[in-house]
């Protein structure tokens, strides 16, 4: 433990012992001073007759703060909301920047989404019905609407006077959009950039007009490429008629990144990762076990497919030595392609001519693999087993296997990132279990042709 941590502990140590006797004072003056995230942090440690002592000592406002930095999809959070009175967890929702209070209601059932809505302003109620109209891996369903904007006609000195107001609730005040009389968004002005203006300045003539945005629908990958661009801090979201109506913040895209992060290396396991650590055996299993059904359907064909050369194996038994050395390092060169394909879909766009492009060098770049690996394995086998004809089958059998796996480890999910479908979905083990098929094709295939020059073996 480093002495962040110990300090922590010390100090959750000091704040349960204030909560259990009820010293208010000492108890805000302590918990308050606390960074959110180190807040969110204890009071996720609290049972429930401590979390109720709790919001009997903290503000809506002070536990909507504590809240934006509480990660949305615990799935305690239902739990959390619902043993709060209800009109204290309606403004610690209002008090909440609006992005985060939305993602903390589309884990909710509808009737309970319906009744914190209710006892709201209006204003601020349809505002968060809104946001939650937006699909949540889209920028509208990341944005936040808490941003500060003025209109081109504004003066410097006027924008400062009124940032003081917008400060309150806005989620960043480093950038200000600006908007024309029909309220499009024509330009954006830094912080610093008002600052160094001259009082009557008017924000229209001064401002940014090349806005980089990103459309309401754009998927959240787009967004956070963008960000990994530019390496803005936040960028506007606007909707088919250039209105703005949000922005994404970097704290948002950050938490996206992870999220992306997640899902492919989760389809590339053939298994969800983010298994909390509540999860029993039993539901741990329930999680695991389609994909390994499928791939036992799936590996059940390469059986038969072996069951079909039963002949070839009964007289050259020799062969059945090295159906694992084949099948397994095609499919490691085939997890390693389907590895590199879904990370660069990822990062860019994929039209046609690159796509031929891409599959021609993995093509290319299998067949190196395999007769650089095929010809090792067949000096290696040639001196082992003294037979460098067997070798010669073993290396063939490799370079085709490797090219082969190769070539679908990239195509399979450019195909089907092409179709509209996640590409982490062509998961390793599918992968490997696929190779493992055509691995054994192409192996006794070879064989067979050769047959006469082991058989004795």
Not at 256 to 271: F, M, N, P, R, T
Not at 337 to 350: F, K
Not at 356 to 365: A, D, M, N
Not at 409 to 420: C, D, K, R, T, W
Request: hydrophobic share 45%; net charge negative; with cysteine.
């Amino acid at each position: 433990m480093d002495e962040n941590e110990k300090r922590l502990q010390e100090k959750f140590a000091q704040l349960k012992s204030y909560l259990d006797k009820g010293d208010k004072k000492r108890f805000r003056k302590t918990y308050l001073d606390m960074h959110f995230y180190d807040q969110s942090t204890f009071y996720l440690t609290l049972d429930k007759p401590e979390r109720l002592s709790l919001y009997s000592l903290l503000e809506p406002d002070e536990m909507g703060d504590m809240f934006d930095t509480i990660e949305d999809d615990l799935p305690e959070i239902p739990e959390y909301l619902k043993e709060m009175d209800l009109e204290f967890a309606a403004e610690m929702l209002n008090d909440m920047y609006d992005d985060n209070a939305a993602d903390v209601l589309e884990h909710l059932d509808k009737a309970d989404v319906d009744r914190f809505l209710g006892q709201m302003p209006r204003s601020d109620a349809n505002n968060l019905r809104g946001l939650l109209h937006y699909d949540t891996e889209t920028a509208g369903g990341i944005m936040t609407t808490d941003y500060v904007q003025f209109h081109e006609q504004e003066t410097a000195a006027n924008a400062i006077k009124d940032l003081r107001k917008f400060a309150e609730t806005a989620e960043t005040i480093y950038y200000l959009y600006v908007l024309d009389s029909h309220d499009d968004l024509v330009g954006v002005m830094s912080l610093r950039d008002l600052i160094l203006l001259n009082p009557d300045d008017k924000l229209g003539e001064q401002m940014n007009s090349d806005v980089i945005t990103v459309n309401v629908d754009a998927e959240q990958a787009e967004v956070a490429q963008v960000f990994r661009d530019y390496e803005f801090l936040a960028v506007p979201v606007v909707d088919h008629a250039n209105q703005m109506v949000g922005i994404v913040t970097v704290d948002d895209v950050i938490e996206v990144i992870d999220d992306e992060s997640l899902q492919d290396y989760s389809g590339l396991a053939g298994v969800s990762v983010d298994e909390t650590v509540q999860d029993n055996p039993l539901k741990a299993a329930s999680k695991r076990l389609p994909w390994l059904i499928t791939l036992l359907l799936l590996s059940m064909i390469t059986a038969t497919l072996i069951n079909h050369y039963e002949s070839l194996l009964a007289e050259a038994s020799i062969l059945a030595v090295f159906i694992s050395t084949i099948t397994g390092t095609a499919g490691n060169a085939g997890t390693q392609s389907l590895a590199v394909a879904v990370r660069r879909l990822a990062v860019e766009e994929i039209d046609r001519t690159e796509f031929f492009k891409l599959i021609g060098k993995e093509l290319l770049t299998g067949f190196i693999t395999g007769v650089v690996t095929g010809v090792s394995v067949m000096l290696l086998v040639g001196v082992w087993k003294h037979n460098f004809i067997l070798g010669m089958v073993i290396g063939l059998a490799m370079c085709a296997a490797i090219t082969v796996a190769n070539l679908a480890g990239s195509l399979i999910p450019m195909l089907m990132s092409s179709f509209g479908f996640d590409p982490a979905v062509a998961s390793g083990p599918f992968i490997s279990t696929l190779s493992d098929l055509t691995s054994v094709l192409i192996y006794f295939s070879i064989a067979g042709l050769f047959m006469q020059s082991f058989t004795s073996m």
